[in-house]
């Protein structure tokens, strides 16, 4: 059972956690419990609790992980550099000796490294350190074999960078395997010259993210309600995060063209259609009506 959050503050060097839990793991139950925190957002509980793993179990990677997403939450970018660096540096070192990287993907003792990675190229990529974020997009494609996220992050790199076509390229390959990549495809193809495309690539995002697609073009939206409007409206978050340079300098025009569009009556009502639609579903899964899933269809 974990201490209470004033407690450990308090007692953890009187009473020597990591000799009351000797290990070289977290348990799981105990990490998971941590982790909630994390997810309801209650990043100082978090964070304290992990600081009390890092110490109880030092070598253990993911101790460092979830800090460097809240120091990521709290836009504080220079930090979340260091602890996901931290991340891979431990996560490497746990790796099974004359591992050939072909089996990266099927051994669970090489997740924390490639989580690290992944999140420290994002990470490097809002922090506006591109080329740096370009390197490590490489070494998770030659290490990780790789080859979707990689694609994802370049499209966010590619935008803040004005590489349009780059950009375009990349997001509209990934279009199927999540429609978020719609959002980052609707700018670079404007940006390319392609309005009409770009306008496909607004409505394909907004199918499945309506709240995004507003928020990426600067239109104010209600607080989440329930964990759908709350999913959509992180997606909105995190292009407005991924794309901080293209939107601050370039994204201007962009936005206006789209919000003209948006102002059209039956893309108005297309988009009010399906918010409805969305809300009525996450009401109807509780009692598992079936009415709204076959609209969606």
Known sequence: MLPDLYEYKETRLQF???FALQGTMAPPDIEETVAGHFERDEYDRAEVFFEFLTDCFGGYAEDYNYPGLISLERDKPDEAVVRFQT??????????????KSRYWNDLSTR???RAMKNLTITLNRNGQFDEALRFCEKLER?????ILPMAYRTSIYLNTNRWQEAADSAMRLKNIDPSESLAAEFALYEAGRKKDATAYFLHAALSYPRAVKMAIGIRTSSPKNHVESR????GLDIHRDLAKYLRDRGRNARRFFKRFIGRPHVEFLLSEVEDVLHR?????RIGGKETFERML
């Open 281 to 285: 579903r996450y009401e109807q899964q």
């Open 143 to 147: 290490e990780c074999g790789d080859s």
């Open 16 to 18: 020597y956690w990591r």
């Open 87 to 100: 991340d891979m540096d431990l996560g490497r070192k746990q790796f099974p000796k004359r591992m050939a």
């Open 232 to 235: 959509d409206h992180n997606v």
């Open 112 to 114: 924390p490294y490639m």
